[in-house]
């Protein structure tokens, strides 16, 4: 039984294929958390005169803001 060389006998074929681009994985779908209505920690830029208006009464705020936003997702019940 012959064994095969060490060096490839094509050295171009052997470079073409140590430097062929990677192919990226494809993005994970994300998938909804397993526990409902659980916080998640974002970063959105908000209006300087909006973000006064819900600070002006103090501790929660984020809360109150949170509040707003889901008023204006929820639909009314029929």
């Excluded at 470079?15 to 998938?31: G, H, M, N, Y």
């Excluded at 958390?33 to 916080?39: E, F, G, K």
Aim: proline share 14%.
């Amino acid at each position: 039984m012959a064994t095969p060389p060490r060096r490839p006998t094509n050295p171009m074929a052997a470079a073409e294929a140590a430097f062929k681009p990677v192919k990226k994985p494809a993005t994970p779908i994300r998938e909804p958390s397993a526990a409902p209505n659980v916080r998640e920690l974002v970063s959105i830029r908000i209006d300087r005169a909006v973000l006064d208006y819900f600070q002006e009464d103090g501790p929660g705020w984020q809360d109150r803001i949170n509040d707003a936003l889901r008023r204006m997702v929820v639909k009314p019940q029929d």
